[in-house]
């Protein structure tokens, strides 16, 4: 899982966009699974928009803090 979270390669990177995307239909849709409450079809597409608001700028923070970290590997080897 720290894998998953901190690496910044392209297979991880893809990984968890198509999460983010995933998380994004299951929090917009969250009206069907559970029942309680009923979204009208355009909220959900604003709740999707939310959602990614939320999660991308967390991506990118892991993202940056990878790049970071492996800046300074680098600098030790020289």
Do not use: C, W
Request: hydrophobic letters at 50%; glycine letters at 8%; proline letters at 3%.
């Amino acid at each position: 899982m720290s894998e998953f979270l901190t690496s910044n390669s392209t297979k991880y990177r893809l990984l968890r966009t198509i999460v983010q995307g995933i998380l994004g239909v299951i929090i917009a849709n969250i009206d069907i699974i559970v029942g309680y409450v009923v979204f009208d079809p355009s909220q959900r597409a604003i709740v999707v928009a939310l959602v990614m608001a939320i999660l991308s700028p967390i991506m990118a923070e892991i993202g940056a803090r990878q790049e970071v970290k492996m800046e300074g590997e680098h600098g030790r080897e020289a």
